[in-house]
């Protein structure tokens, strides 16, 4: 049968059923949650797609022109046909670009099964009708009330006749074709434009108030002559005591025709406010590139020997941020945007003992051994799919609860997705183009615009203007602009050439530079986003600085090291000095509490000489070469060990300085002998005291050995990253997809295959499985063996779930029937006794 002859769908089920394989496929992308569970036939599919629920999720995922369309839908009639739709949205004066994106926006709406049925008879589903469809308890975003007929429903078949006369139209005898009158009237421009020549001018100011929504209005008992002049005639109807509405049809005149006040077909642009070379872009983002790098290490070699606790509600403290921010030399919300990133990124979690604190985990010591590209890109691919979001850190959730870092509730699973779109609009923008914030928050409210209540809460909107800053902060964009790399990250092509270069930072770009949607899938398989990150690891690398083998002393007692340093050189020279700032240029100090550190980890004054000297593109200077010597000198000399805590020091003249000294009465020492000291303190207490006293004190064993003191490195057990909380189902891949398909179409030539009544009884009811006696099932089934005919039976699987087939019987033995399955497509073997019965079809199927 052709398309043209075909019967119109009386359904949504009959409309899907006449879809091809590709349409289908469209639908279940487009709203993935109809495919969890896979449906078992159309019919069930059409009932799940018209479910509130689902709906609501579909009609959230419209963009705007095309929600637009289906809120004139919702006010039009049902069915109503294509030009009564292209009418609600351009108006009576036309509007070309209203025209031009209309045939998308209702492909759009068939393609998601929001509306089937013809051009010349559109229906909205039920359910998205219900939502839109205005009410007094929920006004239409169109702004119109409820039409003539559905505000007089409750009116006396007087009142009616008294308005339909006063309006100028001949008296009915009935209350139906009075209304059908009166909506004639409305409707009809001219006739409707005489008799609003006829209302005083006051009376119209009332409708100017009202056209545009909300329709509602207040009225006393004893209404004013302006308004009682609108009511006599129907241009007020009242729906309740004190309460009047303006009815659609009067609305519509007075729009010209228009459902909304302004249509938006077309998305706006993100226009680019500055413009930079790509070469300024690509370095400025591989320098944030490093600092992050250099940042997520600092934090994790500051947590190294066991981090801050771990809160009893889970996350991290108020002071355990600030601390951590104070730390890194950042702002509070950055340095949870840090922390999350780790995270995130399965470098930090908690380490699950009884003392629950967070620390680093074993995968942290295999990225610190990859080269810095690749540890870069993990970074921004576990940025990219994260569903926890820093920037709620310090707000409250429902329950009015403060949110911290690695808490509970931060997860939001819409964060993925929009900063995979925010990059997306920023890639296409011409190369070194930087985009000016309200344009990118305008798109993504076009795309995904807010319904209801939730406009008061546009997270969308924070998780964008979160994702422009966050990527300058990792180095996905520089200056704004996206880079190279970050392109990669996206599976982006290479940006098309600019044809003329811009003059200068803040140079607006010339008209053919603006916008334009590039080829940028909206979601990658792992194996795509793997080869994506891989390359963008390949385009940063060269980018980065090189590690140095060396620093620039000086005679201020500070080193400086002119870019990053090698892992070794930087581990060693953080033992034995400490970083005074940081920078393009680090600078370290030496002080005597940390060359005593070095000291104490087991270095001898030797080898730090040696050190300095062959990691100086300077002379050492002098007072750095004093400064060893004399802290080596007195390290050592006394030495603190657990009796419970002595003082040994073979100089009695020093101990006899020490307990005159007045700071050490808080140790409580007593002389043991001529060289032995003995303290009411533990021996850690002890080395802290006498160094605070000036002295260098060096712990020892039981056997009076010098104890090494190196920092412990503490690891959790090996743990996973955080799995991202998804926004509903995932979208089926292609290999899902194809065996949804199979099985909705097998699924439904069961449920709707004509049938002969059931052996030994009446016909079967639709859906409703048939039921025959053990005999009747297997002497049917060897009389189709013998026959060659179609048989559909009921079958319940080991399981216990009951579903419909239809076979073509090949040997019935041993109580089991082999046969050609036609809704799997292939032959397969069934026990009889899970036959629940048998009935043949119809002549013309078989």
């Known amino acids: 049968m052709s398309t043209e002859d075909r019967p119109a769908p009386r359904s949504l089920a009959e409309a899907l059923r006449v879809r091809d394989e590709a349409s289908l496929g469209a639908l279940l992308r487009a709203r993935p949650d109809l495919v969890t569970p896979v449906p078992t036939d159309l019919t069930q599919l059409a009932t799940r797609a018209g479910t509130r629920a689902s709906v609501l999720r579909a009609l959230e995922r419209l963009d705007r022109f095309a929600l637009q369309t289906a809120e004139a839908l919702a006010v039009a009639g049902d069915p109503a046909t294509y030009d009564e739709v292209l009418g609600l949205m351009a108006g009576d004066a036309g509007d070309p670009a209203v025209s031009a994106a209309l045939p998308r926006a209702v492909a759009t709406l068939r393609e998601q099964a929001l509306v089937w049925g013809g051009d010349d008879r559109l229906r909205l589903v039920r359910t998205a009708r219900e939502l839109l469809a205005p009410s007094p308890q929920h006004p239409s975003p169109t702004g119109l009330g409820p039409t003539v007929q559905e505000a007089t429903a409750g009116m006396s078949p007087g009142r009616i006749q008294e308005i339909v006369t006063t309006a100028g139209l001949p008296s009915t005898h009935d209350s139906v074709s ?129 981090g801050p606790a771990v809160l009893r509600a889970g996350g991290l403290s108020v002071r355990d941020l600030k601390r951590t921010a104070v730390a890194l030399d950042v702002a509070e919300p950055v340095a949870a945007f840090w922390v999350e990133l780790a995270y995130a990124a399965g470098l930090l979690a908690s380490d699950g003992e009884a003392d629950e604190r967070y620390a680093p985990t074993p995968a942290y010591d295999e990225w610190l051994e990859q080269p810095a590209a690749e540890r870069w890109a993990r970074l921004a691919g ?30 939001r699973s819409a964060a993925p997705e929009v900063r995979h779109r925010v990059l997306v609009l920023l890639a296409g923008l011409p190369a070194g183009g930087a985009p000016a914030a309200d344009s990118v928050l305008a798109r993504l409210r076009w795309e995904r615009p807010l319904r209801g209540p939730q406009q008061d809460d546009d997270l969308r909107s924070r998780l964008a203007r979160w994702t422009l800053s966050e990527a300058e902060l990792l180095g996905v964009t520089g200056r704004g602009a996206l880079s190279a790399h970050g392109r990669a990250l996206l599976g982006a092509p290479a940006p098309r050439p600019a044809e003329e270069a811009p003059a200068g930072p803040g140079d607006k770009l010339p008209v053919h530079h603006r916008h334009h ?88 004054a030797s080898d730090l000489h040696a050190f300095l000297a062959a990691h100086s593109r300077t002379p050492v200077p002098q007072p750095l070469a004093y400064l060893i010597d004399d802290v080596a000198r007195k390290h050592g000399r006394l030495r603190v060990g657990a009796a419970s805590a002595y003082v040994r020091c073979d100089d009695d003249a020093m101990l006899n300085e020490i307990l005159a000294d007045r700071r050490a009465a808080a140790l409580r020492l007593r002389r043991l002998a001529p060289t032995v000291l003995a303290a009411q303190a533990d021996p850690a207490a002890l080395l802290e005291g006498l160094r605070g006293m000036g002295y260098a004190p060096a712990a020892e064993s039981a056997e009076g050995d010098v104890l090494i003191t190196r920092a412990h490195a503490h690891r959790t057990p090996p743990r996973t990253a955080p799995e ?38 009446g016909p079967v009811p639709d859906g409703d499985l048939p039921r025959t006696s053990s005999a009747e099932t297997l002497a049917t089934m060897q009389a189709a063996v013998l026959t060659g005919e179609t048989l559909w039976i009921g079958y319940v699987n080991a399981e216990g779930t009951a579903s419909q087939r239809v076979i073509a019987p090949i040997r019935v033995e041993g109580g089991f029937v082999t046969a050609y399955d036609h809704t799997a497509d292939e032959v397969r073997t069934y026990p009889l006794h899970r036959v629940t019965g048998v009935a043949e079809l119809a002549d013309d199927e078989g």
């Open 724 to 761: 991202p909380v998804p926004d509903g189902p995932p979208p089926p891949d292609a290999t899902l997809l194809s065996a949804a398909i199979r099985a909705i179409r097998a699924g439904d030539l069961a449920a709707t295959a004509p049938r002969k009544p059931a052996a030994g009884g």
């Open 178 to 306: 009075a209304m059908t009158a009166l909506t004639a009237l409305f409707t009809n421009r001219k006739r409707m434009a005489a008799l609003l020549r006829q209302a005083p001018g006051e009376s119209l100011e009332v409708l100017e108030r009202l056209v545009w929504g909300p329709p509602y209005g207040q009225v006393t008992a004893d209404p004013a002559p302006r308004l009682r002049w609108l009511l006599d005639r129907g241009l007020l109807l009242p729906t309740a005591p004190g309460t009047v509405v303006l009815p659609r049809e009067v609305a519509l005149h007075l729009r010209a025709g228009r459902a909304h006040r302004k249509p938006e077909p077309v998305p706006p642009a993100v226009e680019p406010a500055s413009a930079h070379r790509p070469e300024l872009v690509d370095s400025t983002a591989a320098g944030q590139a490093y600092t992050a790098l250099a940042t997520v290490e600092e934090l994790l070699k500051d947590w190294d020997g066991g």
């Open 517 to 604: 949607e590039p080829a940028v899938r909206e979601s990658l398989s792992s194996a795509e986003q793997a080869a994506a990150t891989a390359a963008a690891a390949r385009l940063l690398a060269p980018l980065l600085p090189e590690p140095l083998d060396h620093v620039l002393l000086q005679a201020d007692l500070t080193a400086v090291a002119p870019g990053p340093l090698e892992r070794p050189l930087a581990d060693m020279l953080g033992v034995l000095a400490d970083v005074e700032s940081k920078g393009g240029a680090t600078v370290y100090r030496f002080t005597p509490g940390s060359v005593r550190r070095a000291l104490d980890s087991g270095r001898a």
């Open 382 to 411: 576990a940025w990219l799919a994260a569903t926890r979001t820093p920037g709620l850190v310090g707000g409250r959730d429902a329950k009015e609860r403060t949110l911290s870092a690695l808490g509970p509730g931060l997860d």
